[in-house]
């Protein structure tokens, strides 16, 4: 079954780090782009991050330099490092696939988990 299960969401402050992870057991992280995207309080959905099924990594602007995404073809598990996190970062962050351009924009995915929460204060 095509499920997408994300955990490691909490609270941090101004600085510091947490640790996304999503589950992704019915993907072959092979033939599949893999992302992260995140929706602020009264925003729309963002692409984070990305990774194609050769492991290319694409960032957003806002988190370059701050965030890192990884997985584990074996394990099937997608992760999210983030670290100087900022009050702005605050918000649901979710897990996506796509046979598809592995891109940034959201409507080009179609497999989403129930996502996590990030709450970031100052």
């Known amino acids: 079954q095509a499920t997408l299960v994300e955990s490691g969401g909490g609270s941090a402050q101004s600085g510091g780090s947490l640790r996304l992870s999503c589950a992704a057991p019915?993907?072959?992280?092979?033939?599949?782009?893999m992302g992260w995207f995140r929706q602020g309080p009264g925003k729309g959905r963002e692409g984070v991050a990305v990774v194609t099924s050769d492991g290319t990594t694409t960032y957003a602007d806002f988190v370059k330099g701050r965030f890192t995404i990884s997985k584990d073809n074996a394990k099937k598990y997608l992760y999210l490092q983030m670290d100087s996190l900022k009050p702005e970062d605050t918000g649901m962050y979710f897990c996506?696939?796509?046979?598809?351009?592995?891109?940034?924009?959201?409507?080009?995915?179609?497999?989403w988990g129930q996502g996590t929460q990030v709450t970031v204060s100052s």
């Open positions: 996506a696939a796509t046979p598809f351009a592995c891109v940034l924009a959201p409507d080009e995915y179609t497999y």
């Open positions: 019915g993907f072959a992280h092979t033939k599949y782009c």
